[in-house]
Antibody
Framework: QVQLQESGPGLVKPSQTLSLTCTVS??????????WTWIRQHPGKGLEWIGF???????YYNPSLKSRVTISVDTSKNQFSLKLNSVTAADTAVYYCARDNPDLQRLFDYWGQGTLVTVSS | SYELTQAPSVSVSPGQTASITCSGD??????ACWYQQKPGQSPVLVIY???MRPSGISERFSGSNSGNTATLTISGTQAMDEADYYCQAWDSDTAVFGGGTKLTVL
């Protein structure tokens, strides 16, 4: 059973960089076949896809966030990470990591529990 | 950018059938997924490829997708089905979610 767990600071100051890590267990990122994804949910709102990374390091980002987002992977630790720079209060959200499975149709079949990140001074 | 539109809320009586719709330009030409999210929990996939159920999802959940509208149908709705439901599709390698529909079982 694949499990994903987000970790990182719950509070970030405006204009700084939000950094989160997702640790994957029960499966190896380096085995390929999946896209490792970040999704966020503003308080009381819907889901927003941020982007994904493949084990090789290839990435694709939501055009609306592309200028501020970097997703990286560390296959030796079976982790992938999100950096979002120049944050504002509008970036306050629950951040989820998830596995994008393209086997039949691209879908998100495993999710982390989510971590709330608040942007505030 | 591509948009998916859902009604904010739907109410249903226990045992009745709930229908939740998702609209988008030529959505029927894409595959639609549906996710269920209960308060304080992560989303769970309930329908993929328009009408397929992942293992472990009740047969009461079904889906369809044609034209500009995808529909999630929950038959014999139970109190445990009360949740937010999000449709999702892909457009040019970008995942797009609908705004979500809160299903209330009265």
């Amino acid at each position: 059973q694949v499990q994903l767990q987000e970790s990182g600071p719950g509070l970030v100051k405006p204009s700084q960089t939000l950094s989160l890590t997702c640790t994957v267990s029960g499966g190896s990122i380096s085995s390929g076949g999946y896209y490792w994804t970040w999704i966020r949910q503003h308080p009381g709102k819907g889901l927003e896809w941020i982007g994904f990374i493949y084990y090789s390091g290839s990435t694709y980002y939501n055009p609306s966030l592309k200028s501020r987002v970097t997703i990286s992977v560390d296959t030796s630790k079976n982790q992938f990470s999100l950096k979002l720079n120049s944050v504002t209060a509008a970036d306050t959200a629950v951040y989820y990591c998830a596995r994008d499975n393209p086997d039949l149709q691209r879908l998100f079949d495993y999710w982390g529990q989510g971590t709330l990140v608040t942007v505030s001074s | 950018s591509y948009e998916l539109t859902q009604a904010p809320s739907v109410s249903v009586s226990p045992g009745q059938t709930a229908s939740i719709t998702c609209s988008g330009d030529k959505l029927g030409d894409k595959f639609a997924c549906w996710y269920q999210q209960k308060p304080g929990q992560s989303p769970v996939l309930v329908i993929y490829q328009d009408n397929m159920r992942p293992s472990g999802i009740s047969e009461r959940f079904s889906g369809s997708n044609s034209g500009n509208t995808a529909t999630l149908t929950i038959s014999g709705t139970q109190a445990m089905d009360e949740a937010d439901y999000y449709c999702q599709a892909w457009d040019s390698d970008t995942a797009v979610f609908g705004g979500g529909t809160k299903l209330t079982v009265l």
